[in-house]
């Protein structure tokens, strides 16, 4: 990754990457008001705390981001130039984590460790996050966990779980999900049937209730716009 510009001209970098990449924004002065842009933007400011080993106040910061964007970048990491972080929420990058320039990440992505278990055993100092290089995209949900290098311009798709390195440009999907046919509906028993008048007035059925939203489409429609 090349040699980081100064701050001004990095933070310019990062509105006009996302006002070119958001096709719901009008300009610059919308874009301000982009979550992942905050979280970036805070961001910058919470590693060059952290780099000068102002850790207290660099987490102080981190936490102000997390709270308002939802997104959850360690001060640690190390992003590079017009990194764009679309939707944002529950976007999770840890400590050792190097993102590379023109990357793309959408809402829930975790670029995380693989565990407390397995870190616990590494050398001091070890790296324990990903590597993502220039130009990759990591689609919705998608985790990257442990010291892997994610090769340039790959993508990784939505749901995909990745724990090894990958090559430039290669590209990973998760499964499909399973669409079955609607279940027959079974016939209602008419359980009137042979009565006679003498036996009282026909009983009158239950009113049937409004069927309820499927909550699965209800989630999948959420945010898609």
């Known amino acids: 990754m090349p040699e980081q510009p100064g701050l001004l001209r990095t933070l310019i970098e990062d509105l006009d990457v996302v006002v070119a990449r958001d096709p719901s924004l009008g ?3 919308e874009a301000l008001g982009h979550t992942g842009l905050s979280a970036v933007w805070a961001h910058r400011v919470a590693h060059r705390l952290y780099r000068r080993r102002l ?6 910061v981190a936490r102000v981001a997390r709270r308002r964007t939802g997104v959850e970048i360690h001060p640690g990491t ?42 616990n055993h590494r050398p001091p100092g070890s790296r324990r996050h990903p590597v993502v290089g220039d130009g990759v995209i990591l689609g919705a949900n998608a985790t990257v966990l442990g010291p892997v290098t994610i090769g340039d311009r790959a993508l990784i ?6 724990t090894e390195d990958l090559p430039p440009g290669a590209r ?15 016939p209602v028993p008419d359980t009137t049937a042979g009565a ?30």
């Open 196 to 225: 006679g008048q003498a036996d009282g007035p026909t009983p009158v059925p239950p009113p049937v209730p409004a069927p309820v939203p499927d909550a699965v489409r209800l989630l999948a429609s959420a945010g898609s716009w």
């Open 27 to 29: 300009g610059r002065w």
């Open 157 to 162: 798709g939505a749901m995909a779980t990745v």
């Open 55 to 60: 850790r207290a106040a660099a987490r102080a």
């Open 78 to 119: 190390v992003l590079g130039r017009r990194v764009f972080i679309d939707h944002g929420a529950s976007v999770v990058i840890g400590q050792t984590a190097v993102v590379g320039d023109d990357v793309t990440i959408y809402q829930q992505v975790t670029l995380g460790a693989v565990g407390w278990w397995t870190d």
């Open 172 to 186: 990973v999907y998760a499964a499909r999900s399973v669409v079955r046919p609607a279940p027959a509906l079974r």
